[in-house]
């Protein structure tokens, strides 16, 4: 979904302006964009696809904000040449830096587990370490201004294929069954929130045309950013089937709740006026509850209609 930030600032010109009447400008066209990149995790197709999806999105959202968000309050109306290479340069930098402190504290966690020997026998202490050193570099990662979401993610990833195998049995199992404990709390609680998000929706802010205006956006992009890798494919002597490239388009028509979370990250330094984020958060809201119960309660019908058998993937850690 990376065209769609190519798209969507297209709603400045083609699309009108916000339930206040006012257009919105380029930064803050890109910054919805943004928003917007992060998919729903039953969007995934592949396995993985829905945790390299948000990591890229959060990093786009970050880029963003810390590239465009130096400009004064009021004066970011358009985007100049050095400024977009600037935030191409700055994402590659963030990327890059994020996901080394990671790989960093992952391996130094395999380290100690591998050498220190006294630890396998304090399996408490292991998993001690382990949630400290992750949690380590998730907050140097955002003390040095880097994506701390993308370092802990690669932390994990790093402990997941090295440290794991260091482990004492009941450490092992321990760890697993915590991990796991913590992340259906966390899903419990996200889908909380956004339900109870629903009662601090404003009518003055939340606008069921702009709101739709995203959505139709987002279907437009979507096609565009599937139908273009599609035609390299044919061009290799490759292609899927047209069935299958239509419901890789449908899937990633839902948004989640990573877009709606990353609007409480927005600086308002990147819009004209404090009362727009409320808007954006607000028609964010709306378009992501949307598109989850509309597409996201389709999915599976649409799959038949197309003749296509989905198969559950499994989210053992």
């Known amino acids: 979904m ?8 297209s709603i400045h010109w083609q699309f009108g302006s916000l339930p206040t009447g006012e257009s919105l400008t ?23 696809e829905g945790v390299v999806n948000d990591a890229v999105s959060i990093l786009i959202f970050e880029t963003v ?5 130096k400009a004064k309050k009021g004066q970011s109306e358009t985007i100049s040449g050095g400024e977009l290479g600037m935030a191409i340069l700055h994402f590659v930098y963030l990327s890059i830096a994020s996901i080394g402190i990671g790989i960093l504290f992952g391996m130094l966690s395999a380290f100690i587990t591998r050498w220190v ?31 701390g979401i993308i370092g802990i993610f ?37 889908y909380a929130f956004l339900g109870f998000s629903v009662f601090s929706i404003h009518s003055e802010n939340a ?29 290799l002597g490759r292609r899927l089937d047209w069935r299958q490239q239509v419901y890789v388009s449908y899937a990633g028509l839902i948004r989640g709740a990573i877009a709606y979370a990353l609007t409480y990250r927005i600086d308002t330094r990147l819009l004209r006026r404090e009362f727009d984020l409320q808007v954006m958060r607000e028609n964010t809201f709306l378009a992501v509850v949307f598109s989850t119960v509309v597409f996201g309660s389709l999915m599976t019908l649409f799959a038949k209609v197309l003749g296509i058998k989905v198969e559950n993937q499994a989210h053992d850690a």
């Open 154 to 190: 690669c932390c994990g990833f790093t402990m997941n294929h090295y440290t794991y195998y260091n482990l004492s049995e009941d450490s092992k199992l321990g760890s697993v069954l915590a991990i796991q404990t913590m992340s259906h709390f966390c899903e419990a609680a996200t």
């Open 65 to 69: 904000v810390n590239v465009f968000g």
């Open 2 to 9: 990376t065209v769609f930030s190519l798209l969507l600032p």
């Open 207 to 235: 606008s069921l045309v702009f709101m739709l205006k995203i959505v139709g956006i987002t279907m437009l992009a979507r096609v565009v950013s599937v139908a273009l890798p599609m035609a390299g494919l044919r061009l």
């Open 117 to 147: 020997l006294s630890l396998k026998d304090h399996p408490i202490r292991e998993i001690l370490l382990i949630f400290l050193l992750a949690y380590l570099s998730y907050m140097i990662s955002e003390e040095l201004g880097f994506s």
């Open 26 to 48: 380029t930064v803050e066209c890109l910054v919805l964009a943004s928003v917007f990149c992060a998919t729903d995790t039953v969007a995934a197709l592949l396995f993985g």
